[in-house]
């Protein structure tokens, strides 16, 4: 059964902003905390930022610190990463993912579910 659905990723200019959003249903729909992780082809998965269900207290990596920002709505089962000022080293496949044990996860080991797949290009 579908878990994680992403939609949003495309093509930006350089300082431009894209909205991410990420649909939980079944199981993820009940994770404690969700998050955004990024790769790029020939490395590992990065850890971008991670929001917690209950509490709405997130947390994100020093590269998109004071452009990013992660929210949710659990009206709707629904996480979103706003990125603004973005920059060419954005571009990447964004993952949204959901842990249903870790409290405040921030390794890909930490969570059970995974979306398909976004891809965001920033263009110079």
């Known amino acids: 059964q579908v878990q994680l659905v992403e939609s949003g990723g495309g093509l930006v200019q350089a300082g431009g902003s894209l909205r991410l959003s990420c649909a939980a249903s079944?199981?993820?729909?009940?994770?404690?905390?969700m998050g955004w992780f990024r790769q790029t082809p020939g490395k590992e998965r990065e850890f971008v930022a991670r929001i917690r269900m209950s509490s709405g207290s997130t947390y994100y990596a020093d590269s998109v610190k004071g452009r990013f920002t992660i929210s949710r709505d659990n009206a709707k089962n629904t996480v979103y990463l706003q990125m603004n000022r973005m920059t060419p080293e954005d571009t990447a496949v964004y993952y949204c993912?959901?842990?249903?044990?870790?409290?405040?996860?921030?390794?890909?080991?930490?969570?059970?579910?995974w979306g398909q797949g976004a891809q965001v290009t920033v263009s110079s």
């Open positions: 079944g199981r993820a729909a009940s994770s404690i905390a």
């Open positions: 993912a959901a842990s249903s044990g870790s409290r405040y996860p921030i390794t890909p080991g930490e969570y059970d579910y």
